[in-house]
């Protein structure tokens, strides 16, 4: 069965840094996400992307992260200066047409910033 | 703000019986979503009902929804104990189509 795969599992990184969160969504899915959920919360909207760009953003999604799909299968969230609040599980997700379909998710990134 | 809310924030219950769970909402959907995720895990997607729906089946799941009460509900019938998990329940809104709306979720306990 396809699936959402996201790399690395698991990073730790320090204060400032950046981080680059890398998924592979389903291949022929046509919209992109990321959700992030900290220790305890709930589970937060970032960004969607579609059609090689972003069509939503929240609050969130400020200067400091950046979205790409640098080919026909990797789509990627980066974290240029990584602070302690940034600690989080992050989801990537992918769905067919839009949110009028389900949304698959990843197995999650746990970002740890020290 | 729009996000779903689950009750009860915890459930606990033996294998064998029902378990319901229930999402309130604020303005108009498009979409309500039901969610599981296991300890530390992905969000894995249960079922999908649109705001014409009133209710769907999938296997043991039964999700209702009412618009007029701005609510829905997830039952899961002869629970067994590998349900134990967190339940979501998100929303789409019919302007923003894509971004789910999360709620704080209902943490599911079944005792074998």
Redesign the interface.
Known sequence: EPEVTQTPSHQVTQMGQEVILRCVPISNHL?F?W?RQILG?????LV?F?NNEI??K?EIFDDQFSVERPDGSNFTLKIRSTKLEDSA?Y?C?S?AI???????????T?LTVV | SQQGEEDPQALSIQEGENATMNCSYKTSINNLQWYRQNSGRGLVHLILIRSNEREKHSGRLRVTLDTSKKSSSLLITASRAADTASYFCATVLGSTLGRLYFGRGTQLTVWP
């Open positions: 919209y996400y959700y919360q709930k589970v937060e909207f969607s579609y069509s939503e929240s599980m989801f997700a769905s839009d949110g009028a379909t389900e949304a698959f998710f990843g197995q999650g746990r």
